[in-house]
């Protein structure tokens, strides 16, 4: 196999060669990974919506399910690329906010309540 690259002058994702490596995740959680990352700051989804824009772009039965992407973000979490923060609201309701960092164990913000 040979590698052609293209020039990049805009709309391209840098990331870690670790991180596309990394043998203790799927290339179904790395394929997740990378399209999350490709995002901008800010881009908010969830495994529902992933399993969604699947199916929507590939068909019903082509695209990852809820399962495979659920599995995916358990590995991402594991490897310490995602992280869940609960935190407790002024009604007492909890709510919960996912963080992905580009390399595991990066994320330093806020911790569950």
Known sequence: MRIVRSKHESDFLILPNGTARDQRLSYTARGILVEILS????????????VQQARQYRGEKH??????????????EAAGYMHRVKVRGERGRYTTTVYVTDLPSQYTGPRAA
């Open 63 to 76: 695209g990852e399910g809820r399962r495979a992407i659920r599995a995916a973000f358990v590995e991402l």
């Open 39 to 50: 995002r901008p700051d800010g881009w908010e989804t969830t495994a529902d919506r992933l």
